[in-house]
């Protein structure tokens, strides 16, 4: 797909003589000392694969969302991002490509827990739950239905995996990864941003059903990292379509994940092409989960 001044791509960034200290799944990493670079590129991965295909504007979306609710939550817990239009030396020359896609952050000791916060029985925890009547050890009710509502958000931490899938894992197991008291205080704050969050998006259309956060430490301060709310890192449902009882109509990949169940990918490397309809498909729903709720146009 020809990438156009509305619709640039960037699969991967390439700075002359500077190389990125991490290379994720979407991100870019740059050390700066007492700061980092991240720059989301396009890139996209389905059940941990990255993909041939990027998706054009992704990065733009994921970056832009992050800040919107960064912004809106400060109040609740700081958050690293210190810049999103003012790159250093030698960035500064590159600032046409870094705009929009980009943050210059505050470095912190991320710990080495996900802290996903769920207000309805899904994903992972809908397979947990279907096995042990249970998500990460927490009781839930019987009967409950795939994409039902839960009595109560709860928190249902997960490993850090470096390759394949994170592991749900207990409050006590998290507990004695981070402390006691620290694994307290993310569980507080992870089920205070998602209700906070959950609150803004159901009037504009929008469920959050849930949603992954990170954190770090500086100086002994918690601080919130990495991306905020975004369609990578939250499941977002359709409430004019919600109907419990199985999937649900997102705002996300899951158009890409239901086009390679359909064509039985093995979900093994390398991964297929996409073809055009499915890109723009995918495309449209991230800008459409931009333009819901930071109430907006992306460009």
């Excluded at 916060?117 to 899904?122: E, L, N």
């Excluded at 941003?193 to 956060?213: M, Q, S």
């Excluded at 409430?239 to 390679?260: E, I, T």
Aim: glycine share 8%; with cysteine; charged share 25%.
């Amino acid at each position: 797909m020809p990438a156009t001044p509305a619709m640039r791509v960037l699969s991967e960034t390439h700075f002359a003589g500077l190389l990125p200290a991490a290379r994720g799944k979407v991100r870019d990493i740059y050390d700066l000392g007492g700061q980092l670079l991240i720059v989301a590129t396009d890139r996209l991965s389905a059940f941990d694969v990255i993909l041939p295909t990027p998706i054009p504007d992704k990065g733009r979306v994921l970056t832009q969302l992050s800040l919107f609710w960064f912004q809106l939550l400060e109040d609740v817990i700081p958050n690293h991002v210190l810049s999103a239009i003012e790159f250093p030396p030698p960035f500064d020359k590159f600032k046409d490509e870094l705009t929009g896609r980009s943050m210059i952050v505050r470095k912190t000791q991320p710990l080495p827990i996900e802290c996903v916060a769920r207000g309805y029985v899904s994903g992972s925890g809908w397979k947990d739950y279907r096995t042990t009547g249970k998500i990460c050890g927490l009781q839930l009710p019987a009967g409950l239905r795939e994409s039902d509502r839960l009595p109560e958000p709860i928190f249902t931490p997960a490993t850090k995996a470096a390759t394949g899938h994170d592991e749900n894992i207990s409050f006590e197991y998290a507990a004695s990864l981070i402390g006691k008291e620290l694994a307290e205080k993310v569980r507080g704050v992870s089920l205070e941003l998602y209700r906070r969050a959950a609150a803004y998006a159901e009037p504009r259309g929008v469920i959050l059903a849930d949603t992954k956060f990170e954190f770090g430490l500086l100086n002994n301060q918690l601080i919130w990292i990495d991306e905020a709310l975004t369609p990578d890192s939250s499941r977002f449902w359709s409430a004019a379509q919600y109907s419990p009882g199985g999937p649900q109509a997102s705002f996300d990949k899951q158009f890409v994940r239901d086009y390679l169940e359909r064509m039985q990918w093995p979900k093994t490397p390398p991964g297929p092409e996409l073809p055009p309809e499915v890109v723009e498909a995918t495309r449209g729903k991230y800008r459409e989960a931009y333009r819901i709720l930071a109430g907006r146009e992306l460009d």
